[in-house]
């Protein structure tokens, strides 16, 4: 029993010098500084640290980190549903000006005039050219590529010979030097 006192002493001796030796960096609430002692802020925020609440250091959080009271939890609830209805709004944006756009293109404002070659025919597929992995064409003289929408019409993918077209749900298969227009479409006004 009499070796047993002075054993667990040197145990206990042992363990308070590792926490010492290997505590982290910046401080605990243990962690004493140089200053002194009678200055109000230094057992303001000692007093802080030891009722566990969270306190910034070096981007750290220390301490306990509390729960979060009602309040706090309905305005997080309330940002959340605001946050949503604003993407709905966004949505419903997009969607107006998309289904603008696709009746700006039907209308008389949104064709092109008759081109200048008197063929007739309107937004015809002169040429796809391919460099490396990207591939575009040129449909009357303007490029484009994959995802582009000409006249309504959405580009799904370009290949070697052909281009595929996704007109208003339906897909279509035009080779160079045919029309993306279906053959009802005419560029002759109507009187």
Same mark, same amino acid.
Request: without cysteine; positive net charge.
């Given at each position: 029993?009499?070796?047993?006192?002075?054993?667990?002493? @040197? +145990?206990?001796?042992?363990?308070?010098?590792?926490?010492?030796?290997?505590?982290? =960096?910046?401080?605990?609430?243990?962690? #004493?500084? #140089?200053?002194?002692?009678?200055?109000?802020?230094?057992?303001?925020?000692?007093?802080?640290?030891?009722?566990?609440? %969270?306190?910034?250091?070096?981007?750290?959080?220390?301490?306990?980190?509390?729960?979060?009271?009602?309040?706090?939890?309905?305005?997080?609830? #309330?940002?959340?549903?605001?946050?949503?209805?604003?993407?709905? $709004?966004?949505?419903?944006?997009?969607?107006?000006?998309?289904?603008?756009? @696709? =009746?700006?293109?039907? &209308? =008389? $404002?949104?064709?092109? #005039?008759?081109?200048?070659?008197?063929?007739?025919?309107?937004?015809?597929? &002169?040429? +796809?050219?391919? @460099?490396? &992995?990207?591939?575009?064409? @040129?449909?009357?003289?303007?490029?484009?590529?994959?995802?582009?929408?000409?006249?309504?019409?959405?580009?799904? &993918? +370009? %290949?070697?010979?052909?281009?595929?077209?996704?007109?208003?749900?339906?897909?279509?298969?035009?080779?160079?030097?045919?029309?993306?227009?279906?053959?009802?479409?005419?560029? =002759?006004?109507? $009187?």
């Amino acid at each position: 029993m009499r070796r047993i006192v002075p054993i667990l002493a @040197l +145990i206990v001796a042992l363990g308070i010098g590792a926490y010492f030796l290997f505590r982290p =960096k910046g401080g605990g609430a243990s962690g #004493k500084t #140089k200053k002194s002692k009678s200055s109000t802020s230094d057992t303001n925020a000692s007093a802080a640290k030891t009722a566990g609440t %969270k306190t910034r250091r070096a981007g750290k959080t220390t301490g306990r980190v509390r729960p979060k009271s009602k309040k706090e939890l309905r305005a997080e609830k #309330k940002a959340r549903r605001k946050e949503e209805r604003r993407r709905r $709004r966004e949505e419903r944006r997009r969607e107006r000006e998309q289904r603008r756009r @696709l =009746k700006e293109a039907r &209308s =008389k $404002r949104g064709r092109r #005039k008759k081109s200048k070659r008197g063929q007739g025919q309107a937004y015809i597929v &002169s040429a +796809i050219v391919s @460099l490396g &992995s990207d591939s575009y064409a @040129l449909v009357d003289g303007r490029r484009v590529a994959e995802g582009d929408v000409v006249m309504g019409r959405r580009i799904v &993918s +370009i %290949k070697s010979d052909r281009i595929e077209v996704d007109a208003f749900g339906r897909r279509q298969s035009v080779r160079v030097g045919e029309s993306m227009m279906p053959p009802t479409y005419s560029t =002759k006004r109507r $009187r």
